[in-house]
């Protein structure tokens, strides 16, 4: 095979590839402490899975307010009960060595759309890692205060 027939070739597989197994998320982290935390509050939204949501985020974050929580729970239901179908970052800052933040922006399928803060730490396998502050609004402003 020659080297244009191989790159055609190779391009061919990867656009095959893409549609067959689907995009990957623009939310989605890979190889950080938090990926697995990040990725779960991505996939709980958009699936609409709210209690997914709460269990992703009592995982990392310890809450004595759980009537709080089940009252947003109750709130994302109302507001957008099939889930989110896209999202995107709109700002991330990594904080070395260990912390970063980022402002997540998810569209309804309803049309719809919140804002999502998220503080994170990495553990360095030793300590505690994950999302440390979560905060959820349909208002960019409430988000942005938190920055």
Do not use: H
Request: aromatic residues 12%; proline residues 2%.
């Amino acid at each position: 095979m020659n080297g244009i027939k191989k790159k055609i070739f190779l391009l061919q597989l990867f656009v095959f590839l893409v549609f067959a197994c689907g995009a990957a998320s623009a939310c989605e982290v890979n190889g950080r402490d938090w990926s697995k935390s990040v990725n779960g509050v991505v996939q709980a939204l958009n699936e609409g899975d709210y209690q997914k949501l709460k269990e992703v985020i009592g995982k990392d974050i310890y809450s004595q307010e759980s009537e709080s929580f089940d009252k947003l729970i109750s709130n994302l239901n109302e507001y957008s009960p099939s889930g989110f179908s896209s999202c995107r970052e709109l700002m991330s800052l990594e904080i070395p060595p260990l912390a970063a933040k980022s402002i997540l922006e998810f569209t309804g399928r309803n049309g719809k759309g919140i804002y999502v803060y998220l503080f994170l730490i990495g553990g360095e396998k030793r300590y505690r890692s994950g999302i440390q502050i979560f905060r959820i609004s349909t208002g960019l402003e409430d988000i942005l205060q938190n920055w």
